[in-house]
């Protein structure tokens, strides 16, 4: 009998109707004759409401704690969901993730999962009935409850559907799937049929928040075929997967993008060997992430290194900078913000060399002035002015092919 995994996230569980239809929707796949294991997230914003609760009662409430409350929106949803499966003629049963056998590293607050002994979610299985896991957690060797990290219910719903050895593991999410760019900014944004991992891969850890990169991570080490599917509508979704066709030969399959980019610069009088290793070692300590370097050492240019962070860490950064002028050895620090990354995704860039220069070519014709690159493989991100985003995003989008009536 083939197994799958449903994962639901908050919205697609929000109130009794949405319990209702993802019900519905499980009901659908045991009659298929499938074994289905479900995993669920908190109700709608239930995790937030949850954080602001502890933060009312105590500001400073430790991270066992924290787990403690946090583990239980899931565990709503769990039991819920299976009462309404059952409800609908089908025998379900609701587990924690504890009881479903996984087992995390002993951090609280953002562990990694390290097993699922999946024993006793097999045997419920092979009786029949649907099991429904709650997402998010598992428990440390000492049975201490660990949550993963925000929006890890889509890690949990891999790592168990790889210990089941499920044909395949369904998120179903509130969006069609996985597009070409974010469809609330580009109107001829297309669903994709499908995309590799490493695209979805990039395309996640650039902020496109669909899955969890963790999540992502996890089913290519695995080769688990994911599929991001909408609950509240019918539809094939987005098929995540190791090799793909290249649809219409697009060398491009998507491209993100990131506002509230800030780029600082800090400057030496003279050319000093240490001042990378230096700079990232303060800045990593006082965990601001870095995103883009560029190091200018040159005989005719005044030695510098630009780099470019998120805005909410800009405080952070400068006082890093400042607090450690003298150890950090340098003369003057400047920055920008009101800037913008743009990037764009796409397997095929591996074997087609020119796609960077078409791109740069794309954004000159714009007159977007590019402050900063970066490229790997598969990517290439410009660093760009905030309020050219739209049009930038537009103009790539087009000349990339991607647009929705050129499409097809
Ligand atoms: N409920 C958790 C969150 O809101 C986990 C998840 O939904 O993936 O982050
Ligand atoms: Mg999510």
Known sequence: MERIVMKFGGTSVANPERI???????????????????????????????LSLAQEVNPTAGRRELDMLLATGEQVTASLLAMAIT?????????????????????????????VQADRIVSALETGAVTVITGFQGADASGELTTLGRGG?????????????????????DVEGVFTTDPRLIEKARKLEEISYDEMLEIANLG????????????????????????????????????????????VRGIAFERDVVRITVMYDVPYNGSLANIFTALAKH????????QTIREDVQ???????????????????????????????????????VSIVGSGMVSNPGVAANMFDILRQAVI?????????IKVSVVIPEPEMEKAVTALHEQFGLDVTGAK
């Open 20 to 50: 209702a239809r993802a019900a519905q929707l499980v009901v659908e796949e045991v009659n298929r004759g499938k074994q289905v294991a479900v995993i669920v997230s908190a109700m709608g914003k239930t995790t937030d409401e949850l």
């Open 87 to 115: 409800a609908k003629g089908v025998e379900a049963r609701s587990y924690t993730g504890w009881q479903a056998g996984v087992t995390t590293e002993s951090v609280h607050g953002n562990a990694r999962i390290e097993q």
């Open 153 to 173: 219910s889509d890690t949990s719903a891999v790592a168990i559907a790889i210990a089941l050895d499920a044909a395949v593991c369904d998120i179903y999410t």
């Open 208 to 251: 496109a928040g669909v899955l969890h990169p963790r999540a992502v991570e996890f089913a290519k080490n695995h080769l688990m075929p994911l599929r991001v599917r909408p609950a509240h509508m019918d539809g094939q979704g987005t098929v995540i997967k190791e090799e793909i066709d290249l649809e219409n030969n697009l060398v």
């Open 287 to 294: 965990h601001v992430n870095v995103d883009i370097i560029v």
């Open 303 to 341: 030695p510098s290194v630009s780099f470019s962070i998120k805005k909410e860490d800009f405080a952070e950064a400068i006082n890093v900078l400042e607090s450690n002028k003298e150890e950090l050895g340098y003369s003057r620090a400047d920055f920008e913000v009101g800037l913008a990354k």
């Open 369 to 377: 002035p590019v402050k900063m690159v970066s490229t790997s493989e």
